[in-house]
């Protein structure tokens, strides 16, 4: 009411510098121009002034001119207009305790039309009562108006839409499993590691209509690592967390869930383990040459990471490229972070080879062993070529004199391999990476049976 009253107050104010500018000030200047070129006359024109009908069809006149200024801005001001309130949320009133409706719009458009005014004092209005009324309708198709209950009756006014085709269901219930999804985990402290959350209930109930409930694969409580307000080893609760139901694609579906917000219940650990850097060669040195020693800045690393990928490291692999390498070099490596590790205490490493010249060793009688044999099944070798074989030694001398056949391993891999008679590849591994470790015998054959 304020805003219409200043902008009145400014209107009026307008015309009466308009009279004053336009048609006041022209005349007097007109009045003192002629009075000063007929001063003979002056008298005469005061006299003619001084008389009542003079001034009476002088102030006839401006009333007139003001009239006519006035009326056409009133005309203006009050010419019907129209104006489209957008996305005004819609209301529908029914039993939703006992009914499911489909088909009803969250937000309608709405066109006014009237005067300025109205149009003004509708659009500085906080609230639309927009409303579809499905009280007493029972389940099935039906179609039904979109009302407006507008506070100024002197607007008229179009929904857009303004009838719409709902259907009603009757609303029933089922009860379902509750398991926990954790969002936002990369957001979570690389040292920590959420151990395992719980809930204070294991089942929650759903409603909604029929077909909706026959779509809901699972109901999940989506705890967001965000909220976790100390981040911390220890245990902690997130209140409040919302729910929400899926189908087997992982679409939502729109049903209501009771409870529809959880407490989880969460541990937080740090497990950590500490592993040696392991240098492996890649390629080979020159010819002639060997890998006198491998020295490493750092010889190990701190990881965190979940305790069942902390449990199957052994050590901290270093690939390095010694392709025709001819002469002592230093490498600045940066070290690769493992599967399921999230922290390094190190990122990075300086390693030191130092080459001299290569020499050869043979050590007999290494021992063939299986590896990854089917259940139920035993393994034999066909001759004792196969139950053991020799395998040379590539290095510096100082450095191969001192391996035994105890710190080497040769097996043979009989993954995917059944009953019968079988040649496979003998593989040989040993403990020092600055030595080249390689079978004499290529192949073996073995009889696979039943045990």
């Given at each position: 009411?304020k805003?219409?009253?200043k902008?009145?107050?400014k209107?009026?104010?307008?015309?009466?510098?308009?009279?004053?500018?336009?048609?006041?000030?022209p005349?007097?200047?007109?009045?003192?121009?002629?009075d000063?070129?007929?001063?003979?006359s002056?008298?005469?024109?005061?006299?003619?002034?001084?008389?009542?009908?003079?001034?009476?069809?002088i102030?006839?006149?401006?009333?007139?001119v003001?009239?006519?200024i006035?009326d056409?801005?009133?005309?203006?001001?009050?010419?019907?207009?129209?104006?489209?309130?957008?996305?005004?949320?819609?209301?529908a009133i029914?039993?939703?305790e006992a009914?499911?409706?489909?088909?009803?719009?969250?937000?309608?458009?709405?066109t006014?039309?009237g005067?300025?005014t109205?149009?003004?004092?509708?659009?500085?209005?906080?609230?639309?009562?927009?409303t579809?009324?499905?009280?007493?309708?029972?389940?099935g198709?039906?179609k039904?108006?979109v009302?407006?209950?507008q506070s100024?009756?002197?607007?008229?006014?179009?929904?857009?839409?303004?009838?719409?085709?709902?259907?009603?269901y009757d609303?029933?219930?089922?009860?379902?499993?509750?398991s926990?999804?954790?969002?936002?985990?990369?957001?979570l402290?690389?040292?920590?590691?959420?151990?395992s959350?719980?809930?204070?209930?294991d089942?929650?109930?759903?409603?909604?209509a029929?077909?909706q409930?026959n779509q809901?694969?699972?109901?999940?409580?989506?705890?967001?690592?965000?909220?976790?307000?100390?981040?911390?080893?220890?245990?902690q609760?997130?209140?409040?967390?919302?729910?929400?139901?899926?189908?087997k694609?992982?679409?939502?579906i729109?049903?209501?869930?009771?409870p529809?917000?959880?407490?989880?219940?969460?541990?937080i650990?740090?497990?950590?383990?500490?592993l040696?850097?392991k240098?492996?060669p890649?390629?080979n040195?020159?010819?002639?040459?060997a890998?006198?020693s491998?020295?490493?800045?750092?010889?190990?690393?701190t990881?965190?990471?979940?305790?069942?990928?902390?449990d199957?490291l052994?050590?901290?692999?270093l690939?390095?490229?010694?392709?025709?390498?001819?002469?002592?070099?230093?490498?600045?490596?940066?070290?690769?972070?493992p599967?399921g590790?999230?922290?390094?205490?190190?990122n990075?490493?300086?390693?030191?080879?130092?080459l001299g010249?290569?020499s050869e060793?043979?050590?007999?009688?290494?021992?063939?062993?299986?590896?990854n044999l089917g259940?139920?099944?035993?393994?034999?070798?066909?001759?004792?070529?196969?139950a053991s074989?020799?395998?040379?030694?590539?290095?510096?001398s100082?450095?191969?004199?001192?391996?035994?056949?105890?710190?080497?391993?040769?097996y043979i891999?009989?993954?995917?391999?059944?009953?019968?008679?079988h040649?496979?590849?003998?593989?040989?591994e040993?403990?020092?990476?600055?030595v080249?470790?390689?079978?004499?015998?290529?192949?073996?054959t073995?009889n696979?049976?039943?045990?």
């Amino acid at each position: 009411m304020k805003t219409i009253i200043k902008k009145t107050k400014k209107f009026f104010k307008s015309i009466w510098k308009f009279i004053d500018k336009r048609i006041v000030l022209p005349i007097t200047k007109f009045l003192l121009k002629f009075d000063n070129g007929k001063d003979s006359s002056g008298k005469q024109f005061e006299n003619l002034l001084s008389k009542k009908n003079t001034l009476l069809f002088i102030s006839l006149f401006f009333a007139l001119v003001t009239f006519i200024i006035i009326d056409q801005k009133i005309v203006t001001f009050s010419k019907n207009s129209a104006e489209v309130l957008r996305s005004l949320p819609v209301t529908a009133i029914y039993n939703e305790e006992a009914y499911v409706a489909e088909g009803l719009p969250s937000t309608v458009d709405i066109t006014l039309i009237g005067s300025k005014t109205d149009l003004f004092i509708a659009k500085q209005m906080s609230s639309y009562d927009v409303t579809v009324d499905l009280t007493g309708l029972k389940p099935g198709q039906h179609k039904v108006n979109v009302k407006y209950n507008q506070s100024l009756t002197d607007l008229e006014y179009m929904v857009n839409p303004s009838t719409i085709n709902v259907t009603i269901y009757d609303k029933v219930s089922q009860t379902k499993d509750l398991s926990v999804d954790i969002l936002n985990k990369d957001k979570l402290d690389s040292k920590l590691v959420i151990d395992s959350t719980s809930i204070d209930t294991d089942s929650v109930i759903i409603k909604g209509a029929e077909h909706q409930l026959n779509q809901v694969a699972t109901v999940k409580a989506l705890f967001d690592v965000e909220n976790i307000v100390n981040q911390e080893v220890g245990n902690q609760t997130v209140k409040d967390v919302p729910l929400k139901a899926y189908d087997k694609n992982g679409n939502v579906i729109d049903v209501e869930i009771v409870p529809s917000k959880v407490d989880v219940n969460v541990n937080i650990v740090s497990p950590s383990k500490e592993l040696p850097i392991k240098v492996i060669p890649n390629g080979n040195v020159a010819f002639g040459k060997a890998i006198s020693s491998l020295e490493t800045s750092i010889s190990k690393v701190t990881v965190y990471g979940s305790k069942d990928v902390l449990d199957k490291l052994n050590y901290l692999p270093l690939q390095i490229d010694v392709s025709d390498l001819k002469t002592d070099k230093e490498y600045k490596v940066d070290l690769s972070k493992p599967v399921g590790i999230t922290y390094m205490s190190t990122n990075s490493v300086t390693v030191s080879i130092q080459l001299g010249n290569v020499s050869e060793r043979d050590i007999s009688d290494v021992k063939v062993v299986s590896r990854n044999l089917g259940e139920g099944l035993s393994v034999s070798a066909t001759n004792a070529d196969a139950a053991s074989v020799t395998v040379n030694l590539k290095g510096v001398s100082n450095v191969i004199d001192s391996i035994t056949s105890e710190d080497i391993i040769a097996y043979i891999n009989l993954d995917g391999l059944g009953v019968g008679t079988h040649e496979v590849e003998v593989v040989v591994e040993g403990n020092d990476s600055r030595v080249q470790f390689l079978s004499k015998t290529k192949k073996v054959t073995v009889n696979i049976t039943k045990k």
